[in-house]
């Protein structure tokens, strides 16, 4: 079965400080897609990055990084600079392979509450 | 091009009562997926619908129901409400049947809100 685990309920950093989120996943699959969403006070889940099983390369957006270690099964999440506007709630997901003609999901964890204080 | 569209946005019901949630996918989307997220948890999967058939179902009891109508609308469905169903319903929508599984894309509306009293 598929799970994914957070387990760091709640980060408070000072603005400029740089935070790490951990996440670590369970799943009987060689293929599949990790996910990371930031969910603000006004509740949508805004979509930040997708990265498939077979690609282990380190990603860099701006401020933003992702290293992805399939040997510890661990995809962390990187604030470098951390400002007040990513204060919100992170989430890891994993979405395993359809399954004949059902459908897909994305399994969350319980997702991480980052607080960036001036 | 609108998003994800979701109404209402807010909604309080008495236990016992009944609900209807409703979402818009994206133009050209055939996929609608349906999430619950309690207070201080992560999303939990309910239902998905692809082309008008349901794909998928989470682990929810069968007071839980949705369909999806040709326009590819979607209504999420709760009888006999709890205290428990109090949470924020996603709704998420895909251009594929494989839904985040795909290069489609798999967006989330900003959710309905439901206060059970």
């Known amino acids: 079965a598929q799970k994914v685990t957070q387990a760091q309920t709640e980060i408070s950093v000072v603005e400029k400080e740089d935070v790490t989120l951990d996440c670590v996943y369970e799943t009987r699959d060689t293929t599949y897609y990790l996910f990371w969403y930031k969910q603000p006070p006004s509740g949508e889940l805004v979509f930040l990055i997708r990265?498939?099983?077979?690609?282990?390369q380190n990603e860099i957006s701006g401020r933003y990084s992702w290293n992805f270690q399939k040997s510890t099964s661990s995809f962390n999440f990187t604030i470098t600079a951390s400002q007040v506007v990513d204060s919100a709630v992170y989430f890891c997901a994993l979405s395993e392979p359809p399954i004949g003609g059902g459908g897909n999901k994305l399994t969350f964890g319980t997702g991480t509450q980052l607080k960036v204080e001036l | 091009d609108a998003g994800v569209t979701q109404s209402p946005t807010h909604l309080i019901k008495t236990r016992g009562q009944h609900v209807t949630l409703r979402c818009s996918p994206i133009?050209?989307?055939?996929?609608v997926s349906w999430y619950q997220q309690v207070l201080g948890q992560g999303p939990q999967f309910i239902f998905q619908y692809y082309e008008k058939e349901e794909r998928g179902r989470g682990n929810f009891p069968d007071r839980f129901s949705a369909r999806q109508f040709p326009n590819y609308s979607s209504e999420l469905n709760v009888n006999a409400l709890l205290l428990g169903d109090s949470a924020l319903y996603l709704c998420?929508?895909?251009?594929?049947?494989?839904?985040?599984?795909?290069?489609?894309?798999?967006?989330f509306g900003s959710g309905t809100r439901l206060t059970v009293v």
């Open positions: 133009s050209g989307h055939k996929s």
């Open positions: 990265r498939n099983s077979f690609d282990e």
């Open positions: 998420a929508s895909s251009g594929d049947r494989d839904g985040p599984f795909t290069n489609y894309g798999y967006t």
